[in-house]
Nanobody, 115 residues
Framework: QVQLVESGGGLVRPGTSLRLSCAAS????????MGWYRQAPGKQREFVAS???????AYAASVKGRFTISRDNARNTVYLQMNSLKPEDTAVYYC?????????WGQGTQVTVVS
């Protein structure tokens, strides 16, 4: 019911910033939860951040204070602003939409943080 397309990843240096975008194929205002997950090499996919229909946000402890999730309902897009990037943030980042009874994922965008 919804396609998700991530963009904005890239190769950056520690301490710099990136903004990831997740463009959805439908109105997102009514989607209960949208979020970002990431999967680092050799690791399981882990939760990064989420936002609800009431703009309640949640963050993983590892990114709290550095990352900010936001939405633009007019553009049906969710963003992840990533500041003060660390090498440990290197991963494929996936957008997620949790509809009633169904979960959808994008294809992911690679973020690599190296000196």
């Amino acid at each position: 019911q919804v396609q998700l397309v991530e963009s904005g990843g890239g190769l950056v240096r520690p301490g710099t910033s990136l903004r990831l975008s997740c463009a959805a194929s439908r109105i997102i205002a009514g989607i209960p939860v949208m979020g970002w997950y990431r999967q680092a090499p050799g690791k399981q996919r882990e939760f990064v951040a989420s936002t609800t229909t009431t703009d309640t946000t949640a963050y993983a402890a590892s990114v709290k204070g550095r990352f900010t999730i936001s939405r633009d309902n007019a553009r049906n897009t969710v963003y992840l602003q990533m500041n003060s990037l660390k090498p440990e943030d290197t991963a494929v980042y996936y957008c997620n939409a949790d509809l009633t009874g169904s979960v959808y994922w994008g294809q992911g965008t690679q973020v690599t943080v190296v000196s």
